[in-house]
């Protein structure tokens, strides 16, 4: 099974990241919490003390057209949030 990792980075992650040490990535749907902490860990090399998941459902959007109203969704993802061990960061600018 291949598993997507993409990091979010908003502005009330950044919050959540600086105050208490939690980082939020974008995750496959079908990933579970072993699967992400082992990414993570294999990934970045800090030492991953929770995961925690969450389900982002999809939006409904609709748009006018010159051929009428358009109707559809977004697409359903999973949201992890990783909590690292103390006096451990993960620094996402390091390979820009």
Do not use: C
Request: glycine share 6%; aromatic share 8%; charged share 25%.
């Amino acid at each position: 099974m291949d598993i997507t990792l993409k990091p979010v980075i908003t502005e009330k992650a950044t919050k959540i990241q600086e105050k208490l040490g939690v980082y939020t990535f974008r995750v496959s749907p079908d990933a579970d919490k072993s699967q992400i902490r082992h990414l993570v860990e294999t990934l970045y090399g800090v030492k991953v003390v929770r995961v925690n998941t969450a389900v982002v459902r999809g939006k409904n959007k609709s748009r006018w057209t010159k051929s009428g109203l358009l109707r559809g969704n977004t697409a359903k993802w999973k949201k992890a949030f990783v909590t690292v061990a103390e006096g451990q960061n993960i620094d996402f600018y390091s390979n820009i």
